[in-house]
């Protein structure tokens, strides 16, 4: 092997890799032209035509494909039509999926001999047990003398009522599978037929050879019959619904109601889904009569599909959007808006308006619900019976949604929005009325989108999102501390009010519970319901069994026990009450008090005002709960922990200026001189550098930095971070930060600072230029710079890139093999003669 490569040898493999890239290069170009240009203008430009309602489209629509006018538009248009039909399509899966393993409704698998009604029961007492546990609890009788009478006083006749009741259970279970399985036998070639067999043929196609990141063009394929399912999609699930439900409305004379809501075709197709779900369900009672198994059967998983579709639209979209429409009628007098005011900002932003709205109603959701999941785990088992379980492993909405019908479903949405609404207005409407009276000039908050103060909103804004909030959402202890205020509520309610073995339980019978589990566990496996107390309560209790590790836990039913609810109710809204009025008036009341030194009387924005008080109550409740934890453990080890605890604080103090503010600082600032001055501010005029604001930016950047380095490959930097963050604040090492990270950090920083600065107003002048060049080094020194980092880096990846272009053609060429040699000790014995090694060619 030659010592250096011929230049011969060197062009030679240079053309090949360039043909090889080249090559490759045109595949990937192919490819990308396909599936981002074909697909998804095809897609826009067949939906466009088959909505614009005219024939002359269709047949113009080769030339319309094949046009050059908005490509980017129509492709980006595009994109949004192909997401929408592979969402479908993926749902459409899925639920199949769901129906497959989760099982159809029971009016989908009936026999034709069997009566519908008679069908609908079994379906819906069948839906009660599998998911709808609080709709089939609402749908049983309650008992009042009987509701909460306590559970295990005679161990022996409930247990012998137990069996009987299972053997029964058992019977009759046993007799209906029998008879059902003797009426399907004869159809069960008709009902059990599956059109879509996919699993073999899916078994060879991987994602990139059906994308064509393979190399080959077997893709273009896949790009006809995805073309073809984006046509069908939008034929069947857009074009088909928007059509019926235009006509529909058109007949019915809204028309005009319709377009003036500024969503006409979500609401016409919608109509039209409803429309087709009514259809469809006419159409598989006719199926029945004739007794076409196939037909009855498709239609049935067709209103499926529908069904569950329109329940989800409800659920995700329509129930969100009601709450944040409601919380902002009834928070209207906070912002001293009205209600013309919100019809304006409709009437000129239509779509950002329904969706803020839906954005504030689905956090309003999910919290409560958080907060439903933390009642949970301090009251005892069954006191909240009427809502659902999210955590219960059984519970699965979208089976509710295939089983339960849609009265059962439409009931649980008036008395959500009920619930939610009366929330609503007694957590913030009555506060908000009496602040109003009892604090006249306390309100409106001020929540103006511009201020004339030296503090810029942008950087309030970043501050809010980038400090103050992390802090309060991670270290903040807070779901710790609202679990225990529940729990002492709930402990002082039921001591007040004789309910505390109602909402936490007896200990001593919990503890009898407890020893008694492995004696009863047969009779919990099999959901037996006590006999004991058969209201309401009982039957609520024996639901929670149900395939879950839940125990039953009896209580002491006072006397005049549904008074005593009631109180309890009414003490409960009190809190609720008083507890937004001290949320409403304290944080943003300490905010203002305090932002006022530093503004004076200049008006900022409320959130930021709130955000500071938050912050300082936070600060307060963690010092007094610190110390409220420190006070047994007497005085000495009350200044031992203070004193520890100052050291510690005085090194985060430090850090805390390096990293949190000098780091960002600098950073800010680089950022504006590289990026920000030179795009926005001319020549001829000076850039204005307002050190507040690039701080802020700085943070943002440095968190956007520090993300993207721990998400990197393995460095020093990456070593370091990993390193601070595992320490803590508990065990912060302030010469390891200041060594390893701060000082590295801000002397690169400080380089590219000072050195592009005194190049462009110490070197420059020196020189003898005119002014006007000065004035341009000065301006453009520190994006040139940049640029020539860049270049020098891309030079140097080159340089290697050449290195192991140069080493892979001179081994191409003149290494033919590579020898394995095993090695082998050498014996002791000099006469000994040894085996030649093997090798193998490579």
């Known amino acids: 092997m030659p010592s250096r490569l011929p230049i011969q040898d060197i062009f030679a493999g240079l053309v090949t890799s360039i043909g090889t890239a080249i090559r490759y290069w045109f595949h990937y170009t192919l490819v990308a032209f396909a599936w981002l240009g074909v697909v998804p203008l095809t897609a826009c430009r067949i939906y466009k035509c088959l909505f614009t309602g005219s024939v002359s489209s ?115 279970e046993d007799a209906v599978v029998e008879d059902a399985a003797d009426a399907n036998n004869g159809a069960q070639d008709d009902m059990n037929w599956n059109a879509l067999e996919w699993d073999r043929a899916a078994e060879e196609l991987t994602w990139e050879r059906m994308l064509g990141l393979d190399g080959s063009l077997v893709f273009l394929e896949h790009v006809f019959w995805v073309v073809s399912l984006n046509t069908l999609f939008i034929l069947v699930f857009a074009f088909c619904p928007y059509h019926i439900g235009h006509f529909s409305i058109v007949g019915l004379g809204f028309e005009e109601y319709v377009q003036a809501s500024h969503f006409e075709g979500l609401i016409t197709t919608i109509v039209g889904y409803v429309l087709l779900a009514v259809t469809l369900i006419v159409c598989h009672g006719l199926a029945a009569l004739v007794k076409f198994q196939r037909s009855r059967r498709l239609l049935g998983v067709c209103y499926i599909v529908v069904k569950v579709s329109l329940l989800v639209v409800v659920e995700i979209g329509v129930f969100p959007l009601i709450c944040g429409w409601w919380l902002d009628i009834c928070s209207l007098e906070m912002f001293d808006a009205t209600l013309k005011d919100r019809e304006l900002s409709f009437q000129s932003a239509p779509g950002t308006t329904m969706f803020l709205h839906w954005l504030v109603g689905m956090v309003y959701v999910f919290y409560f619900a958080s907060f439903i999941l933390l009642l949970r785990e301090v009251l005892r088992p069954g006191v909240l019976w009427f809502l659902r379980n999210l955590n219960d492993p059984d519970f699965n909405p979208v089976q509710e949604m295939i089983h339960l019908p849609i009265y059962r479903h439409l009931r649980r949405f008036i008395l959500s929005v009920i619930v939610f609404g009366s929330i609503v207005l007694l957590m913030l409407w009555l506060p908000i009325r009496i602040i109003k009276y009892l604090l006249p000039n306390f309100l409106p908050y001020n929540v103006m989108l511009y201020s004339d103060a030296p503090v810029s909103e942008l950087s309030l804004e970043l501050l809010l999102l980038q400090v103050v909030l992390p802090a309060l959402l991670e270290q903040g202890h807070t779901r710790q501390w609202l679990k225990g205020l529940v729990r002492a509520w709930t402990v002082t ?83 609720l009450l008083i507890a937004s009025l001290i949320c409403l008036t304290l944080p943003v009341f300490a905010g203002r008090w305090l932002m006022s030194f530093w503004t004076g009387t200049a008006k900022i924005h409320e959130l930021y005002t709130a955000a500071c008080g938050l912050y300082v109550c936070w600060l307060t409740i963690r010092a007094v709960t610190v110390l409220v934890a420190w006070m047994p453990q007497g005085r000495r080890v009350i200044f031992q922990k203070v004193k520890e605890w100052s050291l510690m604080i005085m090194k985060t103090l430090i850090v805390a200026i390096l990293l949190a503010g000098v780091v960002p600082l600098l950073l800010g600032l680089l950022f504006e001189l590289v990026i920000v001055a030179p795009l926005r501010v001319p020549l001829d005029q000076t850039p204005l550098f307002y050190p507040w604001q690039d701080w802020a930016l700085g943070v943002l950047h440095a968190k956007i930095i520090a993300a993207i380095t721990l998400m990197g490959p393995q460095w020093w930097l990456k070593t370091v971070i990993e390193q601070v963050y595992a320490n803590g604040i508990r065990n912060i090492d302030l010469h390891f ?71 892979h053609i001179k081994n191409d060429k003149y290494l033919v093999g590579q020898r394995l040699v095993n090695y082998e000790r050498k014996s002791g014995k000099p006469g000994t003669p040894t085996t030649p090694p093997q090798s193998s060619q490579e």
């Open 493 to 575: 309610a039921g001591y007040l009010l004789d309910l505390h073995s109602y909402l936490l339980g007896d200990q001593e019978e919990n503890e009898n519970n407890a020893n008694q589990q492995p004696n009863n566990q047969h009779a919990r496996n099999n959901n037996a319901i006590p006999v004991v107390g058969e209201g309401l309560h009982a039957a609520h209790q024996a639901i929670l069994q149900q395939g879950g590790p839940v125990g039953f836990q009896p209580y002491r039913r006072p006397l005049k026990f549904p008074l005593r609810i009631f109180l309890l109710i009414v003490f409960m809204c009190i809190t």
């Open 737 to 807: 930060i200041i060594r390893k990270l701060a000082a590295p950090v801000i002397s690169v920083l400080l380089l590219s600072l000072c050195v592009p600065y005194i190049i462009a107003s110490g070197v420059v002048p020196l020189l003898g230029v005119t002014a006007e060049m000065q004035n341009l080094v000065q301006r453009r020194i520190y994006p040139f710079l940049l640029m020539v980092v860049v270049l020098m880096g891309i030079l140097s990846f080159q340089v290697r890139q050449f290195k192991r272009l140069y080493e």
């Open 58 to 172: 269709l047949l113009t629509l080769p030339l319309d494909i094949l046009s050059t006018e908005n490509l980017l538009a129509d492709c980006l248009q595009g994109c949004f039509v192909v997401t929408c039909t592979l969402c479908a399509f993926i749902s459409l899966v899925w639920l199949r999926e769901q129906i497959v393993h989760g099982g159809a409704p029971q009016w989908l698998e009936q026999n034709q001999q069997q009566p519908l009604n008679g069908v609908g029961q079994q379906n819906e007492a069948q839906a009660a047990v599998n998911g709808g546990v609080e709709n089939a609890v609402l749908d049983q009788p309650a008992n009042p003398a009987a509701e909460n009478v306590v559970v295990g006083e005679n161990p022996e006749i409930q247990e012998e009522q137990v069996d009987e009741e299972e053997e029964d259970n058992e019977d009759e």
